[in-house]
């Protein structure tokens, strides 16, 4: 049995009615401020965030910031070529490092480096981001039906989701890739590469967001606020859009942040590939395959290796940190 509190004799005894009426009124705070607050205390993912932000930044103003630094991306420079020796690499020390310069220059044609990555860095983000987007519509959209209506729908989809996730998708992309003509569906040039390669990574990449959204969705439907808007009239469009999609935009953001990186890397291995955005356009990828002819020159591919490493961590360590801020049932 639990003794009774004892109060020292003299002490002050607090009046609760005193209390309240001192007491102001208690500031409710909404599921994104308590989100925030949590995210803002990971450091790590602030810090990819805030990468993620100037890579963003760069890839926007890549023509102003290659207008200040006066080397345009297919700008040949054959004068800071060393054509005497026969090897046809970059004069100086460390692939043609200087101020004018600072990640060195190409072999053989002088382009500067620097010009290139950023430049780079328009592609990938642009695919990667319109890709997901793509996956995101497709796979919410698909993977809320399947969950809430269940049945012969939740099977019908169930099972293209697994023709999609077992479909070879690299052949399949090296082969579109390469039998689609440069001049197609109103589109020529870079613009057709790139709706091409978004509409490949995009559109074979929905089931795995899919997959998520159903066993949100179906965890979701037997949830007592859905089973008391049902029971109170509420129609199958208000349940989807009023009840169950808000409380699937965490795990969609969350997963959508992942799935950005992994569509730059294949994106990136597309382009490796050559069948992806088709020189003399920039592209890490492309950049980093024009450096496997020049293997005794590590730092041609040092700095397309290193933005790629970069992008992909930014993204990874940012995810990791918007999982943990909106579910703390993870920590």
């Known amino acids: 049995m639990t003794a009774p509190l004892e109060v020292e004799p003299g002490a002050a005894k607090a009046d609760p009615e005193a209390v309240l009426r001192g007491a102001g009124p208690i500031e409710g705070r909404s599921l994104s401020r308590i989100a925030w607050s949590r995210l803002r205390r990971d450091k790590v993912a602030l810090a990819g965030l ?5 890579l963003i930044l760069m890839a ?17 420079n054959q004068d800071l070529i060393d054509t005497k020796g026969g090897t046809l690499a970059p004069l100086g020390t460390f692939g043609g490092m200087s101020w004018e310069h600072p990640m060195g220059v190409e072999p053989v044609n002088g382009r500067d480096i620097m010009s290139r990555v950023i430049y780079g860095s328009r592609i990938s983000l642009l695919i990667a981001f319109f890709a997901t987007l793509l996956s995101v519509v497709i796979g919410t959209t698909l993977g809320t039906i399947a969950g809430f ?6 099977q019908l989809i169930s099972r293209i989701m697994d023709v ?16 689609v003509p440069d001049d197609a569906f109103g589109l020529k040039g870079d613009s057709l590469r790139i709706v091409l390669l978004i509409f490949i990574i995009g559109f074979f990449n929905w089931p795995y967001i899919g997959r ?28 989807l859009f009023t009840e169950m999609l808000p409380n699937l935009v ?10 950005i990186p992994t569509n730059i890397l294949f994106e990136a291995a597309l382009s490796f590939l050559g069948v992806g955005v088709r020189a003399p356009t920039a592209t890490w990828g492309g950049m980093l395959s024009d450096a496997v002819t020049y293997y005794t ?15 992909v961590l930014a993204f990874n ?6 999982r943990d801020a909106l579910d703390p049932r993870s920590r």
């Open 149 to 154: 209506f269940g049945g012969w729908v939740d």
């Open 212 to 239: 998520i959204v159903r066993g949100q969705a179906l965890s979701l439907r037997e949830r007592e606020f859905v089973d008391a808007a049902r029971s109170l009239g509420a129609r199958r469009p208000y349940l």
């Open 250 to 259: 965490a795990p969609i953001l969350v997963y959508a942040t992942l799935l």
């Open 317 to 322: 360590l940012f995810g990791d940190g918007l």
């Open 60 to 76: 926007v103003f890549a023509p102003l910031i290659v207008k200040l630094i006066g080397h345009p991306p297919n700008e040949f």
């Open 50 to 54: 805030v990468v993620i932000v100037l």
């Open 164 to 179: 999609f996730l077992a479909f070879p998708l690299l052949v399949f992309a090296i082969a579109l890739a390469g039998v």
């Open 297 to 311: 020159m590590p730092h041609f591919m040092l700095w397309p290796g290193l933005a790629i490493f970069i992008t």
